[in-house]
């Protein structure tokens, strides 16, 4: 596969489609290299990975699930028990932190977006091991008491939860926004 094949066939596998085995710890290790790669004005490395493998996963959901309850305290058991499983529906999740701050030359705008980069990065490359992969924040990418669970600071942002595992049926290709409509040729 050409890396144009690689970046125009990748599609986001659902979670809810994935299965083991996950990527070995060399892969994994692959996946962060790819991830460390990508634009970075001012070699800052605005952003940081936080793995969850294993028990790992099980442990932070029941973590999220218990913020969930306390904060929906009237949440049936069902919706209690799903949260309490949420990164247990992949065998690898990577948190992907922007670390973005201000900076005396690198505007934070170039920070952050160096951060999507890094998920898009892990993204092609599960793809290229033949993965199936996909970048979810839900509501505890956004939530103050799992941030701090993550270590984050006040300025940290968390760019997305990338699930990736086997899958058990190659997704099929969705309909896209018409790229006609998003491309405009300058004309003075």
Known sequence: MSLLDIITTRRSVSVKDMCAPGPSPEQLQSLLQAAHRVPDHGKLGPWRFVIFTGDARADFSRKLADIYKEENPDAANKILQFQAELLTRAPLVIAVISTAAHHVKVPEWEQVLSAGAACQNILLAAHTMGFG??????????NAKVHKLLGMEDHHRVAGFIYVGSYKEKPEERVRPSLEERVHHWNS
Do not use: N, V
């Open 133 to 142: 992969a996909q970048w979810l924040t839900e509501w505890y990418g956004y």
